[in-house]
């Protein structure tokens, strides 16, 4: 079968690979990927790493490199164990990529995410969204409604880490928001907010090309640059008294924008942190203490989200599509992929393969 497979630094591979055969375990699930995403977690890998990507076994999973990338994808059920009955062949699926033990003290509490032998389709399994088949466990499938089209299904990924961000916020109906960078997941935190019904929206970010997609996404929202704004004095303008937003969503991953989100929002005011740092961050913590805020950091996202998700996508109330800028074949994941996000001049936000093209 076709796979896009990581070996190393800029080094991924479109190569024939044996597909995966039987016999399937009775827990396991044999998918056949449609449309997959590629994420700023498998950017990282191409630019720098291995990092997560496993050079040696597995501590849970026991794969290694090469890794079939993808994990935010969408597929089509094609064979089931006998003790999986949520699915059937057939089944348009959308795929939780998280795989941890089910008994250990996260998994016994439902906290499968943080759990510390943590594995992840497309990252530390053997199999992957960019491959013609995958073996999953059933409960890496979840079932989508026909509202729910393969492009949006394969957002679900994605769109968990933007919601469980804005669910840590504690983001409501009335809420004023700042979303500081508007990569993919940060545009999806946009939509998200918007979505659990905020009403006075800003958006910090660099790239005018990004500034404009945001407006797009929801056009009331008061985009700027913070290098040429003074954010002080328009927070303070467009607030209640001036005292600064209700809740901060950080989703850049810099020390400039982190500071931006814990000047921005009122005195008991939330920070969340959704986009991950690579390097430590200097913070002014007296600023913390005076303004006495929450702090709240994000770990993936807790796996039961997904049904929700759905719906809300089924509902017309979170069009993840619309961040979508471009779909390709598998034979030019490294050209039209991988090299288009990293061009710093690209109009590019959100690319996914098209594993039927």
């Known amino acids: 079968m076709k796979a896009v497979r990581y070996y190393s630094k800029k080094d991924i591979r479109v190569e024939d690979v044996k597909a995966p055969e039987g016999p399937l375990g009775d827990d396991m699930v044999l998918v056949e990927p449609l449309v997959c995403g590629i994420c700023g977690t498998d950017i990282h890998e191409y630019v720098a790493g291995p990092i997560v990507t496993p050079a040696k076994p597995h501590v849970y999973s026991g794969a290694t490199l090469p890794q079939i990338l993808g994990h935010e994808f969408s597929a089509r059920v094609l064979e089931v164990g006998k003790n999986v009955k949520h699915v059937a062949p057939g089944s348009r699926v959308s795929i939780q990529p998280l795989i941890s033990p089910r008994d250990d003290y996260y998994g016994r509490r439902g906290l499968f995410h943080l759990s510390e032998k943590m594995a992840c389709v497309g990252l530390s399994w053997d199999w992957g969204g960019m491959g013609e088949r995958a073996i999953v466990n059933g409960y890496n499938v979840f079932p989508v409604p026909d509202s729910v089209s393969d492009v949006q299904a394969a957002m679900i990924e994605p769109a968990a880490v933007a919601v469980y961000g804005v669910d840590r916020g504690g983001v409501t109906s009335g809420s004023s928001v700042l979303v500081s960078g508007v990569g993919p997941i940060g545009a999806l935190v946009l939509l998200a907010t918007k979505a659990a019904g905020a009403t006075k929206i800003f958006v910090s970010e660099l790239n005018p090309n990004r500034r404009e997609l945001a407006k797009k996404l929801v056009p009331e929202a008061i985009v700027f640059d913070p290098r040429e704004t003074d954010t002080e004095r328009l927070f303070r303008e467009h607030t209640e008294e001036g005292v600064g937003l209700d809740v901060a969503l950080e989703c850049v991953g810099a020390e400039a924008s982190l500071n931006l989100c814990a000047k921005a929002v009122r005195r008991q005011g939330t920070v969340v942190q959704v986009g991950l740092h690579v390097r430590p961050a200097s913070i002014d913590a007296m600023l913390w203490a005076l303004k006495d805020i929450t702090v709240e950091a994000t770990w993936c ?53 098209d594993m039927k093209a």
């Not at 089924?314 to 288009?340: L, N, W």
């Open 301 to 353: 996202y807790p796996v039961q989200i997904w049904p929700r998700i759905a719906q809300m996508i089924g509902g017309g109330v979170f069009p993840v599509e619309k961040i979508v800028t471009a779909q390709i074949a598998a034979e030019d994941v490294v050209e039209k992929g991988f090299e288009a996000l990293l061009d710093p001049a690209g109009t590019h936000l959100k690319i996914l393969v």
